[in-house]
């Protein structure tokens, strides 16, 4: 009963919620009787930020919280949410905007003044994870030994680091302390730690990572050295190059994104609000986008998603999102990455737009 729930073959009204609701709530699939395409309904557990707001609103104004407007609420709940109730933001809109082994910190700002003295609802900056240390050298040599032949093996790891990187700055000029949080903060062990901080100044410190890969997935080992340049003010700088069998790592280990989140105004068109999103996402340089909602047409669903903006509703509404679980990022998914299942829309789909 907890796993993915779908419905195969040609069927009629297919209604799906754009957010998912608290599992006691959750509404079946409703199936009619004649043609519609074929649907791969998930629901996946998570916090109702919204529903956790009410309850708290109810204690501190003694009336209930639909008195206070959704604009108030959703700003409230952005600047006192804890980072649980934030990522479900950013996991249960639709489409989601990211998976959850790649999602790191997460924190909000509400009121975030934009050009031509306006103001956007709030703004969610999050890590996205690209990069994951091994948890040891034996996983690379068993992957090693899962993909070649015992006289490839040699050929093999040459392969996976052909390529060389330029050298790169974790950190400059920073103090033991800081340079430990940076080390502890990518996963390295404190014996790992220990041994970059105290290397000699010409010696440098070998680890396997793996790279996330087109589905989302860190399956691509790459090799990664590090040095430690010491000073005589008691200081360091930590840098590192890769090498890697064909792409290059983005980064060290996470890149931070952010999100702009709009309050859908009922007195306010599509195209006043698109036209707002796009100004902010732009004065913001980035693509992501939230929209909140107390209710939308299935027409003007379609149309915002289209534009790159993910959905969040305060009530369920129909949403048809077509999909292709060859391309979908939903690593969660039984379906995930298999190119002949015949689904053709699902509201779980996300397509790996992160890098």
Same mark, same amino acid.
């Given at each position: ?7 195969? &073959?040609?069927?009629?009204? /297919?209604?799906?919620? @754009? ?14 009787? $004649? ?26 104004? *003694? *009336?209930?919280?639909?008195?206070? #407007? ?17 990522? #479900? ?15 790191? #910190? ?19 900056? +999050?890590?996205?994870?690209?990069? @994951? ?5 034996? *996983? ?47 996963? =390295? ?6 041994? /970059?901080?105290? !290397? ?18 860190? #399956?691509?080992? +790459? ?19 890769? =090498? ?24 306010? $068109? ?9 100004? =902010? ?10 929209? /909140? ?6 027409? *003007? ?35 995930? &990455? ?12 996300? !397509?790996?737009? !992160?890098?």
């Amino acid at each position: 009963m907890g796993g993915p729930r779908y419905v195969k &073959g040609w069927q009629t009204s /297919i209604s799906l919620t @754009v957010r998912s609701l608290p599992p006691a709530s959750v509404p079946p699939v409703s199936v009619g009787a $004649s043609l519609a395409p074929v649907l791969w309904h998930h629901q996946a557990p998570c916090w109702d930020f919204l529903a956790m707001l009410d309850a708290t609103l109810t204690r501190w104004f *003694e *009336e209930p919280s639909d008195v206070i #407007s959704i604009r108030d609420r959703v700003q409230i709940a952005l600047a006192t949410a804890e980072e649980d109730i934030l990522k #479900s933001l950013l996991l249960n809109c639709t489409p989601p905007l990211t998976q959850p082994h790649r999602l790191g #910190s997460v924190s909000a700002k509400v009121g975030v003044p934009m050009e031509s003295h306006r103001t956007a609802d709030g703004v969610i900056s +999050f890590e996205a994870v690209n990069c @994951v240390l091994a948890r040891s050298p034996d *996983e690379i040599e068993e992957y090693v030994a899962a993909t070649a032949e015992p006289h490839l093996r040699q050929r093999e790891y040459l392969m996976l680091t052909r390529y060389e990187s330029e050298t790169y700055t974790l950190g400059q000029n920073v103090s033991l302390a800081q340079a430990i949080a940076l080390l502890a903060q990518s996963g =390295f062990s404190p014996q790992q730690i220990d041994d /970059i901080t105290h !290397l000699p100044t010409e010696a440098w410190h070998r680890s396997w990572w793996y790279v996330v890969d087109a589905l989302g997935n860190f #399956s691509v080992p +790459f090799l990664r050295t590090m040095r430690t340049l010491h000073y005589p003010d008691g200081t360091l700088t930590l840098q590192y190059k890769d =090498f890697y069998s064909q792409d290059k790592p983005p980064c060290f280990a996470r890149h931070e994104q952010r999100v702009l989140v709009e309050v859908r105004s009922e007195q306010r $068109s599509f195209r006043k609000t698109l036209e707002r999103i796009n100004l =902010f996402r732009e004065h913001l340089g980035t693509t992501h986008a939230i929209l /909140i909602c107390d209710e939308l047409s299935d027409l *003007e669903t379609r149309g915002f998603m289209s534009q790159g903006i993910s959905i969040y509703s305060t009530k369920e509404i129909t949403v048809h999102t077509r999909a292709n679980c060859a391309h979908c990022a939903n690593s969660g998914c039984a379906l995930n &990455g298999n190119t002949d299942t015949g689904v053709l829309m699902c509201d779980r789909f996300c !397509l790996n737009e !992160l890098g």
